[in-house]
């Protein structure tokens, strides 16, 4: 089939082209260009981008900006010899780290505390002590459907007393260089961050030391995908969570009561003042160092039902800086 067009006005070879089909021809092509340009105009179905000309995937230029300084911040730590480290101690078992910072750096030491939350595989939700926790913004309230207690687990978000602990998804993915397009579903997502959140130099956790909410399980189960969350406005709302703590310890009196703060219940166990639980950092050259447990781990500040976690391991959070 022939794909030359038709000639506006027909001749045979050998004729002459008159004055009057020389103008003629010139409105027959002003005329078939308007009409396919009034043809494609109507035939366009979607014009929502003519409001989004300003912008890169619906952000404007002072948003790209403020993006481009987060990352750029995000990256300093990196390049300045700061290292975030997870580490379960046990009591003498010392831990060996390799920084390769090629120096001794500082050393910090936070203790990771437990929480309780509700998790949820499978569609079967139940209540959990854990020291990492993957959830929604706009969660607020769980029960535990376990039939053992009706009694609401409040998500931290809810906490008036204290100020919540949270971190953005999105950035602890950035951190751990977890690599997602939009296509990407929740489900891979997540099962990428915690395989690289648990690679070396941290330790690897215990099932039960960490999980995700409800939302994260309903929203695996429909395979929903980074780039349907991102269009309904969540993506920013899901959040990670943690508790690093740090505490200056004060000398204790006869009776196991702080001696520089008065007014503590008198029956306070002298264990509640007494964490860090002695924790031994040695350098053992400019890139290894040692982390070493001298004493039997107590999380006092938190009941727990179960001894055991009491006196399991002591989970912390170590800070290097060069």
Same mark, same amino acid.
């Given at each position: 089939?022939?794909?030359?067009?038709?000639?506006?006005?027909?001749?045979?070879?050998?004729?002459?082209?008159?004055?009057?089909?020389?103008?003629?021809?010139?409105?027959?092509?002003?005329?078939?260009?308007?009409?396919?340009? #009034?043809?494609? !105009?109507?035939?366009? +179905?979607?014009?929502?981008?003519?409001?989004?000309?300003?912008? $890169?995937?619906?952000?404007?230029?002072?948003?790209?900006?403020?993006?481009?300084?987060?990352?750029?911040?995000?990256?300093?730590?990196?390049?300045?010899?700061?290292?975030? !480290?997870?580490?379960? $101690?046990? &009591?003498?078992?010392?831990?060996?780290?390799?920084?390769?910072?090629?120096?001794?750096?500082?050393?910090?030491?936070?203790? $990771?505390?437990?929480?309780?939350?509700?998790?949820?595989?499978?569609? +079967?939700?139940?209540?959990?002590?854990?020291?990492?926790?993957?959830?929604?913004?706009?969660?607020?309230?769980?029960?535990?459907?376990?039939?053992?207690?009706?009694?609401?687990?409040?998500?931290?978000?809810?906490?008036?007393?204290?100020?919540?602990?949270?971190? +953005?998804?999105?950035?602890?993915?950035?951190?751990?260089?977890? &690599?997602?397009? &939009?296509?990407?579903?929740?489900?891979?997502?997540?099962?990428?961050?915690?395989?690289?959140?648990?690679?070396?130099?941290?330790?690897?956790?215990?099932?039960?030391?960490?999980?995700?909410?409800?939302?994260?399980?309903?929203?695996?189960?429909? +395979?929903?995908?980074?780039?349907?969350?991102?269009?309904?406005?969540?993506?920013?709302?899901?959040?990670?969570?943690?508790?690093?703590?740090?505490? !200056?310890?004060?000398?204790?009196?006869?009776?196991?009561?702080?001696?520089?703060?008065?007014?503590?219940?008198?029956?306070?166990?002298?264990?509640?003042?007494?964490?860090?639980?002695?924790?031994?950092?040695?350098?053992?050259?400019?890139?290894?160092?040692?982390?070493?447990?001298?004493?039997?781990?107590?999380?006092?500040?938190?009941?727990?039902?179960?001894? #055991?976690?009491?006196? &399991?391991?002591?989970?912390?959070? $170590?800070?290097?800086?060069?």
């Amino acid at each position: 089939m022939s794909t030359t067009p038709n000639p506006y006005i027909p001749h045979k070879p050998g004729e002459l082209i008159t004055a009057e089909d020389w103008n003629a021809m010139q409105g027959l092509i002003k005329q078939d260009i308007g009409g396919q340009i #009034k043809q494609a !105009i109507g035939e366009i +179905k979607k014009v929502d981008q003519a409001g989004n000309a300003g912008t $890169l995937e619906g952000k404007n230029l002072q948003q790209i900006e403020d993006e481009i300084l987060t990352k750029a911040f995000e990256q300093l730590p990196k390049r300045t010899g700061y290292q975030m !480290i997870f580490k379960r $101690l046990k &009591k003498d078992e010392e831990k060996v780290i390799e920084h390769k910072l090629k120096a001794c750096p500082l050393v910090d030491v936070y203790q $990771l505390d437990y929480f309780e939350v509700v998790c949820s595989e499978d569609d +079967k939700r139940r209540a959990a002590w854990v020291n990492f926790y993957l959830w929604y913004a706009n969660e607020k309230r769980f029960r535990d459907v376990s039939g053992a207690t009706a009694s609401p687990i409040v998500v931290e978000s809810t906490d008036t007393r204290n100020h919540p602990y949270k971190i +953005k998804f999105s950035d602890m993915l950035y951190r751990y260089n977890v &690599k997602y397009t &939009k296509d990407s579903s929740l489900e891979d997502v997540v099962n990428d961050f915690w395989t690289a959140f648990f690679s070396t130099p941290n330790d690897q956790f215990d099932e039960d030391q960490y999980c995700h909410s409800p939302w994260f399980d309903r929203c695996c189960r429909e +395979k929903s995908s980074v780039g349907e969350i991102q269009k309904n406005g969540e993506w920013d709302d899901l959040l990670f969570q943690m508790r690093p703590i740090k505490t !200056i310890n004060y000398p204790l009196t006869a009776t196991g009561q702080p001696a520089s703060l008065p007014g503590a219940p008198a029956n306070t166990p002298p264990t509640q003042y007494q964490f860090p639980h002695n924790i031994q950092i040695s350098h053992f050259d400019f890139d290894t160092l040692g982390v070493r447990l001298l004493m039997d781990p107590v999380y006092s500040n938190t009941w727990f039902p179960d001894s #055991k976690i009491r006196t &399991k391991e002591e989970k912390v959070m $170590l800070l290097l800086k060069v």
